[in-house]
């Protein structure tokens, strides 16, 4: 079922007899979820600033645990989760939404201000979508995520934005 509100529909998904997903469409456009899991509140903030400018949706969470249960909740259409966090870290986050049915298809992108070879290939094979360093290099952080909400390839992605050419 859907209802209007002016410019922005809600749409909402029963599953039983509970709602469980809400997508607000702005303007005609279906408004993408994306879920940042950091233990930096900096960090978050200034995702959360860029994110939203360009029109997303965004959910917080400061430790795995939290992330785990915000992902079930909201069911993001991209998860950004640092790798160090207290509680339950990074990886054994991304261990426990794959595992679960409603949660298990979310891209994650892993965050980490200690990039090594050996975690992006771990974290990779795992399935992850891809593994950045931060601090990040704004374009290049804002056109993976593009190219991950949207379903791109590189191939694709360059197709469109042919100046594109990524730095990793």
């Given amino acids: 079922m ?4 002016g410019a922005i529909i809600a749409i909402l998904y029963n599953v039983g007899s509970k709602i469980k997903k809400i997508k607000l469409i702005v303007r005609g456009k279906l408004k993408k979820k994306i879920l940042i899991v950091d233990d930096e509140p900096g960090i978050i903030r200034l995702l959360s600033m860029r994110l939203k400018a360009k029109g997303y949706e965004v959910f917080e969470a400061f430790d795995g645990f939290q992330g785990v249960k915000i992902a079930e909740e909201e069911l993001p259409d991209l998860i950004l989760m640092d ?5 339950m870290n990074g ?4 261990e426990e939404i794959i595992k679960l049915e409603a949660t298990k ?5 892993f965050m980490t201000a200690f990039p090594t070879a050996e975690i992006k290939d771990q974290v990779l094979k795992m399935g992850a979508k891809d593994c950045m360093s931060k601090p990040f290099i704004s374009v290049d952080f804002e056109q993976n995520i593009d190219m991950v909400i949207n379903n791109y390839t590189l191939n694709d992605y360059q197709k469109i934005y ?6 990793n």
């Fill in 105 to 109: 298809d979310i891209p994650v992108i």
């Fill in 2 to 5: 859907a209802y209007e509100f």
């Fill in 91 to 94: 990886i054994t986050a991304f």
């Fill in 83 to 87: 790798i160090k966090m207290p509680i």
């Fill in 162 to 167: 042919p100046s594109y050419m990524p730095l």
